[in-house]
C-alpha cells in the first residue's frame, strides 16, 4: 500500500510578507477590509477587497526599513502622486522623511499582482493612538505575530473617513452582523 502524502502547505501570501516585515524590525499594524476580516466570525462575514492594508510607523527610519523589506520579498515599490504613481527603485532617508512629511502612501506590487498598501497616516488615529488597542494575532504555521487594529478602531476609522466605499462598506459590514 502506498503511504500517503500529507497536503502541501500552502502559506497566506500577505503573511509570508508580514513575516518578512516582522522580521526587517518594521513597525506596522494591519487596517482596514483587511484588518476587520480578522475578526469575522464565520466566513460570511469576511469581505472581499483588492488590497491589503498596513499602517506604517510614520518615521523616515521605518519607511525605508519597510520598503527594504517590501523588496525584499519581491514587491515592486510606487508612490502614489495624485491619479498617478511612481516607481521607488531607491528610497534614502531623506527620501522616506519627505514621504512621511507628505503623508504618502507606499503601494506595494507583489507575486500574482498582490497589492499592498503602507499608509503613513489614517482617518482618525495616529499611529500610537491605534496601537493602543490593537491585537497580536499568530500565523501558527509561519511562527509569527502581528498586530491588527482593534475592530471598533477600524470601523472608526471608516466612518471617520467617510469616504463612498467606506460608507457602502459600513452598510453592508452592518447588514452581515444583523442578519438581514
Keep these: ?23 526587517a524590525r518594521v513597525e506596522y499594524i494591519v487596517i482596514g477590509v483587511s484588518g476587520i476580516n480578522y475578526f469575522a466570525k464565520d466566513a460570511r462575514q469576511v469581505l472581499s477587497t483588492a488590497d491589503y492594508d498596513l499602517f506604517l510607523r510614520p518615521t523616515p527610519e521605518n519607511v525605508v526599513r519597510a520598503w527594504k523589506a517590501f523588496r525584499k520579498s ?29 503623508g504618502r502612501t507606499l503601494v506595494a506590487v507583489g507575486p500574482y499582482q498582490l497589492l499592498v498598501e503602507g499608509l503613513l497616516a489614517v482617518s482618525g488615529f495616529t499611529f ?40 457602502l462598506f459600513l452598510a453592508r459590514y452592518k447588514r452581515l452582523l444583523l442578519g438581514d
Excluded at 500529507?6 to 502559506?11: A, E, G, H, M, Q
Excluded at 502622486?81 to 516607481?87: F, Y
Aim: aromatic share 6%; charged share 35%.
Design 1 to 23: 500500500m502506498k503511504k500517503r502524502k500529507s497536503p502541501t502547505f500552502l502559506p497566506n501570501p500577505y503573511h509570508l510578507l508580514l513575516r518578512g516585515l516582522t522580521r
Design 128 to 167: 500610537d493612538e491605534l496601537k493602543r488597542k490593537a491585537v497580536f494575532m499568530r500565523d501558527r504555521k509561519l511562527d509569527f505575530r502581528f498586530l491588527v487594529g482593534s475592530l471598533e478602531d477600524l470601523l472608526e476609522s471608516k466612518r471617520i473617513a467617510n469616504r463612498g466605499k467606506d460608507r
Design 74 to 102: 519581491g514587491y515592486a515599490v510606487v508612490v502614489r502622486q495624485g491619479d498617478h504613481t511612481r516607481a521607488l527603485r531607491r528610497l534614502t532617508p531623506p527620501a522616506g522623511a519627505r514621504l512621511v512629511k507628505q
